[in-house]
């Protein structure tokens, strides 16, 4: 997907609460060997840098476009790899920390991506993960029944963007049936208050929007995203706009 950096910051204040709930969840300790999986525009990878002093940081990220902006938060301790997380787990490389924040939700298959993950931890390393809980919240369900009605399940050859994301009691039971120790594994509500619908439009079309638009063209992505904005407007008539936005946070030992 071509990931626009502006678009992702414009919401920078509310993104960055779920990260933060994240690194408090990290066991600090010196010279770690750490990997992020999807880092974006890298501001939180070198904010996750600076919480572990002394230590290794690579955050790899697929989208150029991201990479371009990561470029401003390298230093002497964090590097950026342009690499799909995909690739990135197959690396010979073990890891004190993997970590990612808002990203292995694109990536499918999570009953055999979370293995893969966990095999490239050393021993006593930590997993460390949030993700939004895409299969619970309104817009993706929104988008999802959008993509079924006509035109536009012709126009997009049938394409769904049916989330990989599992429910929380699995991912428990994967970090278990995996060697984990010392589990965290729960859904948490980050409430959105935006000005109004458009605001939630805003919102959705730096992430969730993205796999549809691209599969469309012209007069036919237009039309789709108008749909989109009039059922948004159907459900979020008010202004401000409340929109319990659910994330999944989890940690383990291993």
């Avoid at 990878?45 to 150029?64: E, M, N, P, W, Y």
Wanted: aromatic share 12%; net charge negative; glycine share 6%.
């Amino acid at each position: 997907m071509a990931w626009n950096p502006e678009t992702y910051n414009q919401f920078k204040t509310e993104r960055f609460a779920p990260f933060l709930d994240l690194l408090a969840l990290i066991k600090v300790r010196p010279n770690l060997d750490v990997i992020d999986l999807g880092c974006g525009t890298g501001e939180l990878t070198r904010k996750l840098a600076d919480l572990l002093s002394g230590s290794r940081v690579l955050g790899i990220d697929a989208s150029a476009e991201m990479l371009n902006d990561a470029k401003a938060f390298a230093n002497e301790q964090v590097t950026f790899e342009q690499k799909s997380i995909e690739t990135g787990i197959d690396m010979s490389a073990k890891w004190d920390v993997v970590f990612s924040n808002a990203a292995v939700q694109w990536v499918e298959n999570h009953e055999t991506l979370f293995p893969k993950i966990i095999a490239n931890i050393n021993p006593g390393g930590q997993l460390v993960v949030q993700m939004p809980a895409q299969h619970h919240n309104v817009t993706n369900q929104m988008l999802l029944q959008l993509s079924e009605e006509q035109p536009f399940q012709k126009e997009l050859f049938g394409f769904r963007r049916l989330s990989p994301v599992l429910d929380i009691e699995d991912y428990a039971r994967i970090l278990f049936e995996y060697g984990g120790s010392e589990i965290t594994v729960f859904e948490k509500i980050y409430p959105l208050v935006l000005q109004d619908a458009d605001a939630v439009f805003d919102w959705t079309s730096g992430t969730a929007l993205l796999p549809y638009v691209e599969k469309l063209e012209g007069e036919m992505q237009q039309r789709f995203i108008q749909e989109f904005k009039s059922k948004l407007k159907t459900k979020f008539p008010g202004s401000p706009a409340f929109y319990p936005f659910k994330r999944i946070i989890m940690s383990a030992i291993f």
